[in-house]
């Protein structure tokens, strides 16, 4: 053990360690040896400290014209996929769904890629702890730790996690989960089983997270939520969901499920109805409850007008990521994607007002509501589905990629995620659809297909978007239950039911064979393209999936 600490050295803002924190700088000596005689580790710092030392140390921090605190993740500007890996070891090692999505890293270099992490942080003048826990259920949460050297860092886990009372904290104890961030020094692409300088790698067996090669935060959010995508089901039976959630005022809940674009955030933020979480939950025998404890929004096109909660969220506490700002107002230019079109904003769940609070409900989801963003223009606005039509739908995960969002993108492109979450599933996707459609059942959910995108014609052929106002109206009688009881009919190809009507929507939309504007021939070849490409998609699957599920598929 280390001999004993000239503390006056080691807290230049003359704060002495408390009790629990010298019991943390033992624990993490004892654990991944970062030596607290050479590094002041500052255990759960307030918001105002975290703003001096990034504003101090960290290129790029600012303070914008609202009070949140701009940073810069670097390089890196998004997750890294590719660069994800799992440890194969023997207490997980039949669970894991591995491919592309989990690629194996042997033990040994994760102990290689261990000590460099740890090596890293052992040169650092301060580094940050962060205890909070993720799950809002008593029963299922778990206690998370994170070790990082930067203060932007540590002030967007402390955003995103859910924040401990100061009685919790002082009883919080040895961490379930921990993560060790040296994002930024490089993972050694000579380590076996490396492909780049980038690293992030998890191990169900010491239950930690590594990150090398990358300063993009939204990698230590991601990394918990897949390890609740393991944890949750294998462990305790309960269904982990990459979906947002609200309640009404009956109690009923909604399950939003939905990739990038489609408008998962935008719709559950309904005014008239408690917002859950708008990204992470999951779904045990006795309700639903959000993971995380903030929000970590997209500000590319952010106004006042179009999302007043998000916009007026982004103040004291909030941390903007990779955006443009005026560097006399501090004015932040929310169109602006000069660094990335991925710019984000980070802040506590309670600074949205509708927030529900703790975020867990006792009632068990009503609407269950598949969200897809059709740029071709012929799936319908609004389809009702069986459960074997979930489980494909939900396994399919479809939206479009836009034209001209990346070089050599002419028209409007599939892209299909499973489980709306593909690159965070640890387990094979039917074993989430099949619980999906469990509970389902147990609980006699309605479930959806709701296409935000294009109706009339193609995006790229003039089609119009479907407008918010009647995608809204058609959601209200869904909570309602209106929609339920109207007359429907069968979609071709698709084999979809279709309402022929829906309050304050023209019905002239509802059937996008009725509102295609280019001639029943050039439709019919449309939508069964698309037939087929979800069929493409699915083969993946099937190994698994059982034969109604893939009867449930487009007959293109």
């Known amino acids: 053990m280390s001999p004993p600490v000239n503390q006056t050295q080691l807290h230049p803002k003359g704060v002495e360690p408390t009790p629990a924190a010298e019991e943390i700088e033992k624990e993490l000596y004892d654990i991944a040896h970062i030596e607290y005689e050479r590094v002041n580790i500052d255990h759960n710092p307030s918001v105002a400290s975290l703003y ?23 390089k890196k500007t998004g997750r890294s996929p590719k660069d994800k890996r799992i440890v194969e070891e023997p207490g997980s090692v039949e669970h894991i769904w591995w491919g592309p999505v989990n690629k194996k890293l042997s033990e040994q270099s994760w102990l290689i890629n261990r000590e460099r992490a740890v090596d890293y942080l052992n040169t650092r003048k301060r580094i940050y702890v962060v205890d909070a826990y ?12 994170i070790v990082c050297a930067r203060a932007y860092h540590a002030l967007f886990m402390r955003n995103m996690l859910i924040r401990p009372t100061a009685e919790e904290l002082k009883n919080f104890g040895k961490p379930d989960f921990t993560i060790y961030n040296a ?18 790698d998890i191990n169900f067996k010491s239950m930690e997270m590594l990150i090398l090669g990358t300063e993009y935060a939204g990698e230590m959010k991601k990394g918990i939520f897949t390890v609740m995508f393991y944890l949750m089901p294998v462990k305790h039976q309960v269904l982990t969901l990459h979906s947002s959630a609200n309640e009404g005022k009956d109690g009923d809940v909604t399950l939003f499920f939905g990739l990038s ?13 408690l917002l859950i979480g708008d990204d992470e939950h999951c779904w045990s025998d006795t309700g639903v409850f959000n993971i995380e404890g903030g929000c970590y929004a997209k500000c590319l096109g952010l106004s006042r007008e179009k999302e ?17 700002f005026d560097p006399i107002t501090r004015e932040v230019d929310y169109d602006d994607a000069t660094l ?39 799936i319908p ?28 993108v002419t028209e409007p492109e599939a892209t299909f995620s499973a489980c709306f979450g593909q690159p965070f599933l640890v387990l094979h996707p039917m074993q989430y659809a099949k619980m999906l459609s469990d509970k389902m059942t147990q609980h006699n959910a309605n479930a959806w297909l709701l296409n935000t995108g294009w109706t009339g014609q193609s995006y790229t052929n003039g ?11 058609i959601l209200d009688a869904i909570h309602s239950g209106e929609l339920a009881k109207v007359e429907y009919e069968n979609f071709d190809v698709f084999n979809l039911q279709v309402p022929k009507t829906a309050p304050n929507v023209p019905s002239e939309i509802l059937n996008p064979a009725r509102a295609w504007s280019g001639g029943k021939e050039q439709f019919t070849e449309e939508v069964t393209k698309l037939g087929k490409l979800f069929n493409e998609n699915f083969e993946k699957y099937k190994d698994m999936a059982i034969p109604e599920v893939i009867a449930a598929g487009p007959k293109a």
Not at 52 to 74: F, P, R
Not at 262 to 272: F, H, I, R, Y
Not at 308 to 324: C, M, Q, R, T, Y
């Open 183 to 200: 994002g930024a020094f490089p993972a050694n692409r000579y380590t076996s089983g490396m492909t780049s300088n980038t690293s992030i």
């Open 463 to 473: 089609g119009k978007r479907c407008p918010l106002k009647y995608t809204r109206s």
């Open 52 to 74: 001096e030392d990034a504003l101090v140390q960290e290129s790029g921090s600012a303070i914008n014209s609202t009070g949140a605190l701009v940073a810069s993740s670097g």
């Open 134 to 145: 993720a799950g809002w259920d008593p029963k299922y949460r778990i206690k998370v730790r």
């Open 340 to 378: 990335t079109e991925n710019t984000r904003c980070s802040y506590p769940i309670e600074y949205i007002p509708n927030a529900k609070l703790p975020c867990v409900t006792e009632s068990h989801p009503t609407n269950i509501i598949l969200l897809t963003c059709d740029a071709r223009g012929v």
């Open 261 to 273: 674009g489609t408008g998962k955030t935008t719709l559950s933020a309904d005014p008239n109805r």
């Open 381 to 408: 606005p609004i389809s009702k589905l069986t459960n074997e039509q979930v489980m494909y739908h939900f396994i399919s995960g479809y939206t479009s990629k836009m034209a001209g969002t990346e070089e050599g």
């Open 308 to 324: 007043p909660d998000i916009f007026d969220a982004i103040k004291f506490g909030s941390v903007l990521e990779n955006v443009v």
